[in-house]
C-alpha cells in the first residue's frame, strides 16, 4: 500500500463505506473463516460475500490463503494502515483544542 497512499486510502474508505462490508470485516477479525461461514454470521449468499471480500481485497483490508480446499479470509490489518493515518492526523488538532479549552477554564478561574 505504500506505492500510492492517496489511492489507497480512497480504495479503502470507498470500501468501508458499504455497511456489508464492515460486517464481514467485523466477522474475519478474530480469525481466517470460508466464505460460507462469513456468509452465514452476516446474513449473505456466499456469491454476495465473495464480491464483498473481492473489494475487501483489493482495498488491502482483507488477505487470504488455501487450507486444503477452503479459502480462508482474514482482516489485512497492514491494509487498514491508510485509513487509521489518515483519521490519526485529526487527533492532535482535537487534543490541542481541549487542552486549549482546560487552560482557558483554570485561568477563568484563577482570575
Do not use: C
Not at 2 to 9: E, F, G, K, N, V
Not at 15 to 44: F, H, K, W
Not at 89 to 110: H, I, M, Q, S, Y
Request: glycine share 8%.
Amino acid at each position: 500500500m505504500t506505492a500510492h497512499p492517496a489511492r489507497d486510502l480512497d480504495q479503502a474508505l470507498r470500501a468501508l463505506a458499504d455497511p456489508n462490508r464492515r460486517a464481514i470485516l467485523e466477522a474475519v477479525r478474530s480469525g481466517p473463516r470460508p466464505v460460507g461461514q462469513i456468509a452465514t454470521e452476516v446474513g449473505l449468499s456466499q456469491q454476495t460475500t465473495s464480491h464483498h471480500l473481492g473489494v475487501l481485497r483489493a482495498a488491502g483490508l482483507t488477505s487470504s490463503s488455501r487450507e486444503g480446499a477452503r479459502h480462508l479470509f482474514v482482516v489485512d490489518t497492514d491494509g487498514l494502515a491508510a485509513v487509521r493515518a489518515y483519521l490519526d492526523t485529526f487527533w492532535p488538532a482535537k487534543l490541542a483544542g481541549l487542552k486549549a479549552a482546560v487552560e482557558a477554564r483554570e485561568a477563568d478561574r484563577r482570575g
